[in-house]
């Protein structure tokens, strides 16, 4: 069975830093991409960053780029995402994602205080 698993969310001021973990399971981890997606409250949920495993690409929506980064630790089969100069209207709920296998994990949520 496919699993993922966030974790690392919280409540953190503007300007602040996090850094969110989600833990793969289930299927051959370095072969597959994994994306993050966010939800905030009353919004679409919106793909924000995407690594893929088998050669390390990333990929970053513009809202993001440049302060949050992706990586990815094989050994582990967890992809983080660093999150730095947060902003309030980065608060949301933050999902991992197998575009492959199509599977979600139950998110963990982000609040940014102003």
Do not use: H
């Not at 809202?63 to 980065?90: C, H, W």
């Amino acid at each position: 069975e496919v699993q993922l698993v966030e974790s690392g969310g919280g409540l953190v001021q503007a300007g602040g830093s996090l850094r969110l973990s989600c833990v793969a399971s289930g299927f051959t981890f370095d072969d597959y991409a994994i994306a993050w997606f966010r939800q905030a409250p009353g919004k679409e949920r919106e793909g924000i960053s995407c690594i893929y495993n088998s050669d390390g690409t990333t990929y970053y929506e513009d809202s993001v780029k440049g302060r949050f980064t992706i990586s990815s630790d094989i050994a582990k089969r967890t992809v983080y995402l660093q999150m730095n100069s947060v902003k309030p209207e980065d608060t949301a709920v933050y999902y991992c994602f197998s575009p492959t296998w199509r599977a979600w994990g139950r998110g963990t949520q982000v609040t940014v205080s102003s």
